[in-house]
């Protein structure tokens, strides 16, 4: 591979994706790179996380404590934005994924902060996410809109539009997956630019880089990638009201 | 002339450079966004959530071709498919 247009400098830092082992599978050779294991630590994260909701929720009080009423308003605030975008008709049965999701692409997205190489500055990561929306928004058109239903969506307004219509759909994951690719990917190049061309004076000052890149970028690129996914779910979803 | 990989290497590192500048337009764009948005909030203050909501959905969207200037820049930077 070959990164030598910022290798004139001399540094040793570096942005690509690294393998750590290889192992064999069905005669393939398959490398275990380091965004299997920053996503691994994410997911070890959330579970910690997880069990830690569930100890104090199981003796919650009347007046919440401190943990308490920390998670209480991450989820008020998930419930609130879920519910604002997709309308109280749907959000309850898409608050799960999209919690989920949200949480998941914000702790990773901030996951640079720590150290780590952003799960989701990698192209496998963000098309996994991306298929993952593509598919509920397919399942739960069929299922809301049944067979036929279904397929007389694709031929709306008019039957010509097929081929529209499944490009547009095809474009969905893409363009999910890209948005959040490029923008982390960009972050990521940025900072490692700023380390090794300007190693002598890389001091305290890209700290407030990493607050942008990795935080605010972050945290904007998740709320992106769930309002369009809720976007997405909400449009295929309401066709069945007619 | 000769054509070797040196002198591939180079045009590619142009059309990464005018791939980049595919940024200019969606930079314009989120500009007149953000800009409309801070006039309908100085019209009507009490819309704040929902201009907000609509402002970033409007400028994710063209924030889309920009990126896909900056992929491509990258593909011809590392992954080099043309030498």
């Known amino acids: ?37 920053s996503a691994l630590i994410v997911i070890i994260v959330m579970t910690i996380l997880c069990f830690i909701a569930n100890r104090v929720m199981k003796k ?50 901030t996951s640079g902060l720590f150290g780590l190489r952003n799960p989701t500055a990698d192209y496998g990561t ?36 097929l081929p529209l219509n499944i490009i547009g759909k095809l474009a969905q994951p893409i363009s999910l997956s890209l948005r959040l690719f490029a923008n982390n990917l960009s972050g990521i190049i940025m900072l490692a630019m700023i380390y090794v061309l300007l190693k002598p004076i890389a001091y305290v000052w890209p700290a407030f880089l990493h607050a942008f890149f990795d935080m605010f970028i972050g945290f904007m690129q998740s709320f992106v990638f769930c309002m369009l996914s809720m976007t997405y779910i909400t449009i295929a979803v309401s066709n069945s009201e007619e | 002339m000769e054509f070797n990989e040196y002198f591939v290497l180079g045009c590619s590192a142009l059309g ?51 990126l896909y200037g900056l992929v491509v820049a990258i593909l011809l930077l590392i992954v080099k498919p043309l030498t």
């Open chain 2, 16 to 66: 990464a450079a005018l791939a980049v500048f595919t940024a200019f337009g969606p930079s314009l764009g989120q500009g007149q966004a953000a800009g409309m948005a801070a006039q309908a909030v100085s019209r009507n203050p009490g819309a704040v959530g929902d201009i907000r909501t609509t402002m970033l959905l409007g400028q994710a969207f063209s924030e889309t071709g920009g």
């Open chain 1, 126 to 161: 963000t098309l996994a996410l991306g298929l993952l929306t593509f598919s509920i928004v397919n399942i739960s058109e069929l299922i809301y809109c049944k067979p036929l239903g279904y397929l007389k969506n694709q031929l709306k307004p008019m039957s010509f539009f």
């Open chain 1, 60 to 109: 919650a009080t009347e007046i919440p404590g401190n943990l308490q009423s920390v998670y209480e308003i991450i989820v008020d605030m998930l419930d609130n934005f879920i519910l604002n975008i997709m309308g109280a008709r749907y959000a309850p049965a898409f608050r799960n994924y999209i919690g989920t999701i949200f949480i998941f692409i914000l702790l990773s997205n």
């Open chain 1, 1 to 37: 591979m070959g990164y030598n247009f910022l290798l004139s400098s001399g540094g040793d830092i570096d942005f690509m994706i690294k393998g750590v082992f290889p192992y064999q599978l069905f005669d393939q050779t398959v490398w275990i790179t380091t965004t299997h294991i």
